[in-house]
């Protein structure tokens, strides 16, 4: 994660020279997280918000890691995350692609270990699904220890991948967010 983390702030802040946010769903939402602790730490420099879904705070473990399942285990993990289309998952060939890469993913996500630092002074809203095993309410609001300013947690109808099914209401929240910091900026 910590590579991750370095490269993607090294790749992105040329071109943060104006206010910005990270978003992040799932895995993405912690490295999101790690970006911006990375950004202050080496540019000083943090974003406006973080903006979270679908994912537990950072010191919460991933309580059934899947990465290390045999193929057939992980396939119908996969099958039940709803988050892998159909047709990859029939297909032999996609397959032998595809696996190592999402293994790779959910290796990133599970063996991630949050190392202790002073919170972020930028705002964090999060969402979760209502219907999301992978991250309940409790585990969103523990997002809460991770800003000096406001956290908000907004539930969206759906699970695990309601940035998919309930996609216009996440935008509409999310372009809420960005309206109300282009009225404060």
């Not at 997280?33 to 950072?58: H, K, M």
Request: proline share 6%; aromatic share 10%; glycine share 4%.
């Amino acid at each position: 994660m910590r590579v991750m983390s370095e490269a993607i702030s090294e790749a992105i802040y040329p071109y943060l020279q104006c206010p910005f946010l990270l978003f992040g769903h799932s895995l993405g939402a912690r490295i999101a997280f790690e970006v911006a602790r990375n950004l202050r730490r080496t540019r000083g420099i943090q974003p406006c918000r973080l903006i979270v879904a679908g994912s537990r705070a950072p010191h919460i473990p991933e309580p059934r890691p899947l990465h290390q399942l045999p193929e057939e285990e992980f396939i119908n993990e996969l099958r039940r995350f709803s988050g892998t289309p159909e047709a990859i998952l029939q297909s032999k060939e996609l397959l032998q692609f595809f696996l190592p890469i999402l293994r790779a993913d959910f290796q990133l996500d599970e063996t991630y270990v949050y190392v202790d630092d002073a919170p972020l002074d930028c705002p964090i809203s999060v969402f979760g699904g209502t219907d999301d095993t992978e991250a309940s309410r409790e585990e969103l609001d523990a997002w809460a220890a991770y800003t000096t300013g406001e956290c908000s947690v907004e539930m969206i109808k759906g699970d695990h991948f309601f940035l998919k099914t309930q996609r216009d209401e996440l935008l509409r929240s999310i372009s809420q967010i960005m309206d109300q910091l282009l009225n404060i900026s």
